[in-house]
């Protein structure tokens, strides 16, 4: 099956930091992957903005080299290569400065989607959202694209919230979590919502508990001075992992639209049970067989901060109530792997005795690597010998599921970047949704402030510190393996 591909309406694309790391990794290669697909109109510009002197042809080469680093070889045409960079310009401009804007102001057009992408520091949102509404670029129309982190803590974001509001309303802007972007993520609502047969036992009357894993192999990875600042719970928790969650445990929403999605989920964030000290294990990775550990990494020989954290979470309503969600991200452990796995209750009755061992139902969503989703079910064991029960999974990956159109999954930034210019803010983050999850995670941060807490050691390569073993073991339950 190959995926149809729907082009979008004509757009005018800035990228504020069009020269920096996230731009060269991600956006422009997602947008190249874009245009080879069709589906970007003839009439589509992308224009690069940052302070770095550079003309247009310096710019090209730029994007040409990214293309080059980042995109598989077997897309890589140089006649579409060259095609694509047709569509790109470069505006040299100040977003703290004056410098640029009336040119940039020339560049736009009428009649056409606008959408800017603010892939810079946070610390410069408010002046790009300033100035592009001071110099009359942004219009009633225009999208704001607003990378992550999406503030400090709930003071900050609600002041960015604030910032952004001076200038442009809610319907403008459009909170980037990429993880909201991934095939297998939005697969989640597909398979709760299209089918007829995991909703009903979607519940604790029937779910034993939830799982969510965000493992890498990465540490800080140039990042220390950031990262230091921030830590796990941060980082990754506040955004990543509770939108999983909220896509679990919302109810249904009565559409698929964007605020009746947010809707759900903002429910599903106020519902969250504060997190009591003992549900937490933070934790840091050590030194290793002369590999810098955490400390050496960020430079700081002091650094309370964790890059490992694991929680026992509640989800305090009707439906959930008594079914724990774990969750658990860090850096270097053993394997780069992202998934939810959602363990279902034993039937209330063996019929085939004692001795066959009964092993859980449980769908795995799997994010990253190789997507796609399994469910593990009891069969029987094949052959003669009688009425032996084994546990074996219904795999759906998508690259083998879809065929030739699932190989090429497209990235999440692409895919979220179309929707930018559909103007569907379905998954993205609304400014209420990450004020409450701010709310419910600076308490957690505060009392460990408070208590002075030490995250604990754990060797890179592993799958995280003891202690987040015990945090399972102790409701007799065990993670699944982190494996690739
Ligand atoms: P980066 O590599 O440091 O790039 C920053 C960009 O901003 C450069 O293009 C820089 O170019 C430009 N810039 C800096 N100061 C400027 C100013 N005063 N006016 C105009 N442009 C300015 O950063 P990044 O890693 O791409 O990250 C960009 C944003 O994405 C950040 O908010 C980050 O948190 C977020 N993010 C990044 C990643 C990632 O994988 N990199 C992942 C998630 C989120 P000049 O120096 O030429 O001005």
Redesign the pocket.
Known sequence: MVSRVIPVDPFDLVI????????R?KILPGLYRRFLDGQMPPEARVIG????EMDEDGYRDFVRAAIEEFVDARRRDPERIEAFLERLGYVA????GTGGWQELRDRMRAGVVRAFYF????A?FGDLAERLHGFGIADGDSRLVV???FGHDLASARALNTTLAAHFNEAQIYRIDHYLGKETVQNLMAVRFANILFEPLWNAQYVDHVQITVAETVGVDGRGSYYDQSGAMRDMVQNHLMQLLCLIAMEPPNRFDPDAVRDEKLKVIRALDPVAPEDIVRGQYGAVGGQPGYREDVGNSDSRTESYVALRVHVSNWRWKGTPFYLRTGKRLRARSSEIAITFREPPHSIFGEDERWKENVLVIRLQPNEGIKLRVMIKEPGPGGMRLVNVPLDMSFAEALGEGGTDIPDAYERLIMDVIRGNQTLFMRGDEVEAAWAWTDPVIAEWVDAGSRPVSYDPGTSGPEDALMLMHRDGRRWREITP
């Open positions: 504020f930091g069009g020269t920096g790391d996230l731009a990794r903005a940052a302070r770095s401009i100040d977003a703290r892939s810079v520091a946070p410069l990378e992550k982190p």
